[in-house]
């Protein structure tokens, strides 16, 4: 069985901002720069077979290339003790409109769409009995967090392994989007 996702892999120097800010409270697990990235759809586990459509299925994806930023931030749950916090993307809509042809791939080869809500982000820290006032303080001083602007022309599909320390990531196929 393989752990997949899909996501869109984040520009160099997005990276290096948004790394240093993970860390910044206590209790924060930050996201290695490394493996910072924006994912458009979990998928899970899979096996061999079903992992091999998944790929051809996603081959000539057609989805215009983006430009996004990072813009704001945030945390999950929005209420009760946060456990994770991320930084929003903008054009939100551009990213969700993407997705909806990702998922529409998918379902050709019965990978039915998630149930949740999707609010495009990407994963700054995962916090574990981090203080709330901190926490506050981190989402009022980065508030007005904006980098900016990067070229998205590529969607990776991605397998992920779970350690101890946290989930690493492989590139598993790279699917190159259209120009504008």
Not at 27 to 42: K, M, S, W, Y
Not at 137 to 159: C, I, R, T
Request: hydrophobic letters at 40%; a positive charge.
């Amino acid at each position: 069985m393989i752990r997949l996702f899909i996501g869109i892999p984040i520009a160099s120097h997005v990276r290096q901002i948004l790394s240093s800010l993970g860390a910044s409270i206590p209790g924060a697990r930050a996201v290695p720069e490394d493996q910072i990235h924006l994912t458009l759809r979990f998928i899970g586990e899979v096996d061999a077979l079903t992992f091999g459509d998944i790929k051809d299925s996603l081959e000539g994806l057609d989805a215009p290339s983006l430009t996004l930023r990072i813009k704001g931030t945030g945390h999950f749950p929005p209420r009760g003790q946060p456990r994770v916090l991320w930084a929003g993307v903008d054009p939100a809509g551009d990213v969700i409109i993407l997705r909806n042809r990702v998922n529409n791939r998918l379902s050709l080869c019965g990978i039915k769409p998630e149930q949740r809500k999707f609010h495009p982000h990407v994963t700054l820290a995962r916090l574990k009995n981090s203080p709330p006032q901190r926490v506050a303080g981190f989402l009022a001083a980065n508030a007005q967090l904006q980098s900016p602007p990067f070229s998205v022309d590529k969607v990776h599909l991605y397998s992920s392994t779970l350690h101890p320390k946290g989930a690493l990531h492989r590139v598993e196929a790279v699917y190159p989007l259209a120009g504008p």
